[in-house]
Every structure is written in C-alpha cells, then in structure tokens.
Nanobody
Framework: QVQLVESGGGLVQTGGSLRLSCAASGRRALSSYVVGWFRQAPGKEREFVAVIDLAGKNTNSADSVRGRFTISRDKTKNTVYLQMNSLKPDDTAVYYC????????????WGQGTQVTVSS
C-alpha cells in the first residue's frame, strides 16, 4: 500500500505558475506505481490531467493542459510533481494525485487533494 499527500496548491494570477507535489509513504516506493494527476472543479466531474509511468520516461496529458503542465517524478524523494505554467482561471480546481499498479484498470490510491485557484 501507499499513502499519498499533495501539496503546493494556492492562489495565483492568470499566467502564473505553481508546482504541485505528491509525496508518498508506505510499504512500497512510489516508483512501483503509475501515478496520475486529476482535478475537480466545483460542479464538475473529476477529470484526468496527466500521468507518468514507473520509469518516468513516458507521460501523457490532457489536451487542455498539454504544453503548459509537465508531470515528472523524483525517485530519490519518492515524489511526483506537476509543474503548471501559464495558468488560466479554468484551471481552478482541487487537484488530486493517484497511484495504481501498472496494468490495473483503476487507481487504487488517492491523496486528499490540494486547492488551486487562478484569479483573472
């Protein structure tokens, strides 16, 4: 099992940047899991943002954030990051990181979320 804790959220102006962190603890290292970032805005369903594979070599992201957000991982720190640049008000949401075993259909482990608010 793994426990996930997000941090780095906050209030930022349009065009600004934030870096979210997803720190892991537990019996297995975070490098044993595929890790994704998701977000949920008020009144909307949770949506996929980005994902990174075990080795950190393959990533994918939603069309809405591609070119602005970058997902990465630091195995030495047992942490996955989401660098968010050129933020827009539409990026306002609670951001969650999640982990799953490679090949699993769904994400079994979720953090508690961190609020990101982008002011216009």
């Amino acid at each position: 099992q793994v426990q996930l804790v997000e941090s780095g959220g906050g209030l930022v102006q349009t065009g600004g940047s934030l870096r979210l962190s997803c720190a892991a603890s537990g019996r297995r290292a975070l490098s044993s899991y595929v890790v994704g970032w998701f977000r949920q805005a008020p009144g909307k369903e949770r949506e996929f943002v980005a994902v990174i594979d075990l080795a950190g070599k393959n990533t994918n992201s939603a069309d809405s954030v591609r070119g602005r957000f970058t997902i990465s991982r630091d195995k030495t720190k047992n942490t996955v990051y989401l660098q968010m640049n050129s933020l827009k008000p539409d990026d306002t949401a609670v951001y969650y990181c999640a982990a799953k075993i490679r090949g699993a259909e769904g994400y079994a482990y979720w953090g508690q979320g961190t609020q990101v608010t982008v002011s216009s």
